[in-house]
């Protein structure tokens, strides 16, 4: 049925299977959810019996790879979440083609606990922390692109996007907000020389993606 509101050249275009965002979203908040309280379950407890009397500060001291890893990826699942509510508030209906984007950007986020757990234990592991943090790098530039794939799903057709979103300034959006995409390519290659610095590298990146951007601009007056 088409929207009372709806522009003429905003119409569904007949012979197009298009459904309502609504069930879109539920479904990615329950992922998202499921994967950012997944991340926790890596910060261990040090054994007290384990653990010498009145070393309990140290034990915690040496587990600060744990700690570092949960910040960085609780923030990159976090940002995600709200960069998805971003560019569905944009969305009037989606079709196949922005499902199956939606789906490719939930596989990466929900495997996204893995890599967070292997890098908590390899970051300070010589060679090993090389490869660990490579394995953490390629899972955020696959999520990156996914979510770029999903933004370009969404603005390929006008009929997708409420009426005061312009497509044209939608495709300007996407070329500024896949340019990270470019720095988490450039991670991998920083894993094999510091797997640390590669953990706060993905730190500033995830500040970079704290800022809207996805703002676009209405269309002009006509």
């Not at 010498?52 to 699942?77: K, M, R």
């Not at 692109?145 to 497509?167: M, P, S």
Request: hydrophobic residues 50%.
């Amino acid at each position: 049925m088409t929207s009372p509101d709806a522009s003429p050249e905003r119409t569904p275009r007949p012979g197009v299977a298009y459904l309502t965002s609504s069930r879109v979203e539920a479904f990615s908040d329950g992922v998202l959810a499921i994967a950012i309280t997944l991340l926790v379950l890596d910060l261990v407890v040090p054994a007290r019996h384990q653990t010498p009397s009145g070393t309990l500060g140290h034990a915690l001291a040496e587990e600060w790879p744990s700690y570092g890893a949960y910040l960085v990826s609780f923030l990159v699942v976090g940002i995600m979440w709200v960069n998805h509510h971003t560019v569905f508030a944009k969305v009037r209906r989606v079709d196949r083609p922005v499902l199956f984007a939606n789906l490719a950007l939930l596989l990466c986020i929900s495997v996204l606990p893995f890599p967070t757990r292997l890098l908590a234990e390899y970051l300070t592991s010589g060679p090993d922390s090389h490869l660990a943090a490579a394995v953490y790098s390629g899972t955020m530039l696959a999520a990156a692109l996914c979510f770029t794939l999903l933004w370009w799903a969404v603005t390929r057709d006008e009929h997708l996007l409420h009426d005061e979103v312009d497509r044209q300034s939608g495709r300007a959006a996407l070329r500024r907000f896949g340019a990270g995409g470019i720095v988490y390519l450039a991670t991998i290659g920083l894993s094999f020389v510091s797997a640390p610095l590669t953990l706060a590298v993905h730190f500033v990146l995830a500040v970079y993606y704290c800022f809207d951007q996805l703002t676009v601009a209405a269309p002009p007056p006509s």
